[in-house]
């Protein structure tokens, strides 16, 4: 069983949907990462967090750490969302700053 | 600061042969990390350093690979005898760490290897 895992894999929605996107982790964690991966490979990080909730833009990112989950938001979707999300983790162990992913939810906005 | 750039970007290679990946992390970034990921999966850890020490190694890391932080700054990622298994993104990744963990981590774009 992954560490971590994510859903819906793919999720095809019309522009101006709210998206959701969900992320469970079965360990202890110290940080749990929002990231964005486009075609071509690159990778930004979208958001950081280890408690309660962040949100940068139409992006909300919330986690509950004692569920051991966190989900991923988008207010009124638009095309240029469409990407890769992936989240992953850093452990509980100190200065053990490895990430460990998920395998990604794919994102289409359809205009 | 132009940001984590790898180079080169896209590497088609021969089985059996032997390529050099090269990482420069963003300027000051005492740590810098390698990942591999395959289509459709997430990234998988390789290794990561601290400065110019190597902290940790994962399994996925056979004798056949070998990466290097000699002054502490960029880093490069050789695979020997390349097998068609290796083919894949190789990303790198810095960021800089006082000690606590949850760094923002900043990724490359990536170089990708076709081993045919």
């Known amino acids: 069983k992954n560490e971590v895992e994510q859903s819906p894999q793919n999720l095809t929605a019309q522009e101006g949907e709210f998206i959701t996107i969900n992320c469970s982790y079965s360990v202890g964690i110290s940080a749990l990462h929002w990231l964005q991966q486009h075609p071509g490979g690159g990778i930004v990080s979208l958001f950081m967090l280890s408690s309660g909730k962040k949100k940068h833009g139409r992006l909300i990112a919330t986690i509950n750490i004692q569920e051991k989950h966190s989900s991923l938001h988008i207010t009124a979707s638009h095309p240029r969302d469409s990407a890769v999300y992936i989240c992953?983790?850093?452990?509980?162990?100190?200065?053990?700053?490895?990430?460990?992913f998920g395998t990604g939810t794919r994102l289409t906005i359809i205009p | 600061d132009t940001g984590v750039s790898q180079d080169p970007r896209h590497k088609i290679t021969k089985r059996g042969q032997n390529v050099t990946f090269r990482c420069d992390p963003i300027?000051?970034?005492?740590?810098l990390y390698w990942y591999r990921q395959t289509l459709g999966q997430g990234p998988e850890f390789l290794t990561y350093?601290?400065?110019?020490?190597?902290?940790?190694k994962s399994r996925l890391l056979s004798d056949r690979f070998s990466a290097e932080r000699p002054k502490g700054s960029f880093s490069t990622l050789e695979i020997q005898r390349t097998e068609q298994g290796d083919s894949a993104m190789y990303l790198c990744a810095s960021s800089f760490t006082t000690g606590h963990t949850g760094n923002t981590i900043y990724f490359g774009e990536g170089s990708w290897l076709t081993v045919v």
């Open positions: 992953a983790f850093t452990s509980a162990y100190f200065g053990n700053e490895k990430l460990t």
């Open positions: 350093f601290q400065n110019e020490a190597q902290l940790e």
């Open positions: 300027s000051e970034h005492n740590r």
